[in-house]
């Protein structure tokens, strides 16, 4: 992070970030945009990369954005996972969150910032640099609030048709053991009008986690619903806010990790990046 983000929480109607602070109201927009600096840099030579994953629920943020950190040795800070961390744990916040998320809403933006402040200045303290989030910014408050505090090179906008993802939010599993990701859904979409077909394979989970999968509480089809409900209308502006900034790179996935991945380091010049690593090591 360029600029140490520090949480000092004031009055219950102001939040602060780095050393700015913000009502729960107003809205704006500070500094002019940061010059784009993209995927096409060479990522070894600058600072640590700074991208922000944006997606609908289900869409695989989670995986392409944990293989991009360890390809590229940077933290990957899913907000959801600070959430669910947070439920975890006892406390009233626990109980305020619960409520919240097992309806598919959307914490506060307060809540949320505190979380990730937390999460960077930690990161931070351990010497952590550069980031690919995952689930924040969610809403144009947020997507402000983080431009004011750092400047963000790239958002990836991974897309698949809406048919699909309710199919993979409910066949999602995670072992409660080694904490790894599976899906359990067969995906065979047709094509038509012109759209290709789609096809996914499970991702099912080695024999060893297979007694030790859980689903999530909020990946139930009601719940899941109202998640993409929700992402659909907060979700366009900030496409836009980011378009107009020309930092928005959008990735329709043209399958399962297998066909997509390659196509996704293509599209981020990354296709040869272990090669280079190695060559200038
Ligand atoms: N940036 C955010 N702003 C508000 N709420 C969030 C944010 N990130 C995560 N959450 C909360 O955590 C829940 C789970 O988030 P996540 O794991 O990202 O799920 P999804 O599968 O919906 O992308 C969300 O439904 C929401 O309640």
């Known amino acids: 992070m360029a600029r140490v983000l520090r949480v000092a929480r004031s009055s219950s109607s102001l939040f602060s970030f780095g050393s700015r602070s913000y009502s729960a109201e107003a809205s704006h927009v500070s500094s002019p945009p940061p010059p784009f600096l993209g995927a096409r840099r060479d990522v070894t030579k600058e600072r640590n990369v700074q991208w922000v994953f944006l997606g609908c629920p289900g869409v695989g943020k989670g995986t392409y954005a944990s ?6 040795g940077v933290p990957h800070i899913a907000t959801g996972d600070l959430v669910r961390d947070a439920l975890a744990s006892s406390g009233p916040l626990s109980q305020q969150l619960s409520e919240i998320v097992n309806q598919g809403k959307l914490v506060s933006d307060e809540i949320i910032v505190n ?3 937390k999460r960077l200045e930690a990161g931070e303290a351990k010497g952590e640099s550069g980031f690919i989030l995952d689930g924040f910014p969610r809403t144009m408050r947020q997507a402000e609030i983080l431009g004011d505090v750092t400047d963000i090179d790239l958002v990836v906008n991974l897309k698949l048709p ?3 993802l309710v199919d993979k939010c ?8 080694c904490g790894k990701g599976f899906n359990i859904a067969h995906i065979n979409l047709k094509g038509e009008n012109g759209k290709p077909g789609i096809s996914m394979d499970p991702l099912l989970p080695p024999p060893q986690c297979m007694s030790k999968l859980i689903t999530r509480a909020d990946d139930t089809e009601e719940v899941v619903k109202a998640r993409l409900r929700i992402y659909n209308e907060t979700s366009q502006p900030l496409e836009e806010y980011y378009r107009s900034k020309g930092k928005l790179m959008e990735f329709d ?8 991945w390659p196509r ?8 040869d990046y272990e090669e280079k690593q190695s060559a200038a090591a």
């Open 253 to 260: 996935l043209p399958g399962g990790i297998p066909e997509s």
């Open 67 to 72: 293989r991009l950190s360890s390809l590229l």
């Open 115 to 117: 979380l990730l402040s």
């Open 162 to 164: 809406e048919e699909v």
């Open 264 to 271: 996704l380091l293509e599209a981020l010049r990354l296709d």
């Open 170 to 177: 409910l066949g999602r599993r995670t072992c409660n053991q």
